[in-house]
Every structure is written in C-alpha cells, then in structure tokens.
C-alpha cells in the first residue's frame, strides 16, 4: 500500500509564503516523477510544478519566478515552496508520484488526498 501525505497548507496574505509537504510512504520500488497539481472552486484540476527524480522541474506560466518544487530522494519527499502568494493561488493543491512497487514492472500514479491554501486580499 502507498500512501501520499500532503501537509504545510493554510490561510496567508497575498503576498506571504507557504511551504507544502507531500511523503510517500508505504511498498515502494521506485519513486519517479512527482508534482503539484491545484484546483481552484469551479475549475479544473491543474499543474502548478513537477520535478523527475534528477531533478528536471517544470513549471506553470502563472506561477514562475513565485513558486519553486524540490524533492529529497532520500525521504521520498516533494516541496512546494510558495512566495509573493496571490488570491488566485487560492485552491486545494494535491500532489502525485509516480511510484512502482518493488517487484512491479508498471509504474502507477497516487494521488494525495489534498492541502487547502487560502491566499486573502
């Protein structure tokens, strides 16, 4: 079993900072892309970053130069680091992992169960 366990969001000021966690834990073989997806009242789910395991990060137009993901491999753990927040950064942000079990072939996407952040005007 395979769990991703977000943590780390809130309610800030546009113009503050968040910092949210997302571990994987559980029978894992290999952890391999993860990123950050949001989603926001009414809207579709979206990509905000993503990070390969060397390091390779991919970025949203409207959240560059403000938002910066990392990983520690070691702790099968990905970051979002939030700056210069904005009221339309407000959203239920999730993250995912491509994970394969240690005596799979195939790798599976999870998904974590979801971080509120709430950025006030």
């Known amino acids: 079993q395979v769990q991703l366990v977000e943590s780390g969001g809130g309610l800030v000021q546009a113009g503050g900072s968040l910092r949210l966690s997302c571990a994987a834990s559980?029978?894992?073989?290999?952890?391999?892309?993860m990123g950050w997806y949001r989603q926001a009242p009414g809207k579709q789910r979206e990509l905000v970053a993503s990070?390969?395991?060397?390091?390779?990060?991919n970025y949203a137009d409207s959240v560059k130069g403000r938002i910066t993901i990392s990983r520690d491999n070691a702790a099968n753990t990905v970051y979002l680091q939030m700056n210069s927040l904005k009221p339309e950064d407000t959203a239920v942000y999730y993250c995912?992992?491509?994970?394969?079990?240690?005596?799979?072939?195939?790798?599976?996407?999870?998904w974590g169960q979801g971080t509120q952040v709430t950025v006030s005007s």
């Open positions: 995912n992992a491509g994970i394969r079990m240690p005596c799979g072939i195939k790798e599976h996407i999870y």
């Open positions: 559980g029978s894992i073989g290999s952890l391999n892309a």
């Open positions: 990070i390969t395991v060397g390091g390779s990060t």
